[in-house]
């Protein structure tokens, strides 16, 4: 059984930065996309990034482009996002993701239906 662990988050100021990283065990095959999607209460998940794990093609929603960069290491099965400029508004928890559809496409990696393992998620609290 896939695991996913997230670590990395916690309590910023406005403007200040976070890396989280998602930490992948128990695989048998090599997924074929991962994402990065955010939850604050009363809300639904919202997607934020993903990338392709054999070609490194990346997709972000609009609100984070130019401050989050969603990158890989194959060799450690590791997902990292790093998280610049960040606002009030980025304030969630955030929650890793696997894919194992065979192709990589960002408008359809952007939904959660199209992941199987999900991981338990990460408190990312960005203060004013």
């Known amino acids: 059984q896939v695991r996913l662990v997230e670590s990395g988050g916690g309590l910023v100021q406005a403007g200040g930065s976070l890396r989280l990283s998602c930490a992948a065990s128990?695989?048998?095959?090599?997924?074929?996309?991962m994402g990065w999607f955010r939850q604050t209460p009363g809300k639904e998940r919202e997607f934020v990034a993903a990338?392709?794990?054999?070609?490194?093609?990346?997709y972000y929603t609009d609100s984070v482009k130019g401050r989050f960069t969603i990158s890989r290491d194959s060799a450690k099965n590791t997902v990292y996002l790093q998280m610049n400029s960040l606002k009030p508004e980025d304030t969630a928890v955030y929650y890793c993701?696997?894919?194992?559809?065979?192709?990589?496409?960002?408008?359809?990696?952007?939904?959660?239906?199209?992941?199987?393992?999900w991981g338990q998620g990460t408190q990312v609290t960005v203060s004013s």
């Open positions: 128990g695989r048998t095959f090599t997924p074929y996309a």
């Open positions: 990338i392709s794990w054999n070609g490194g093609s990346t």
């Open positions: 993701a696997e894919s194992l559809r065979p192709f990589f496409s960002g408008s359809f990696h952007r939904t959660e239906a199209s992941y199987d393992y």
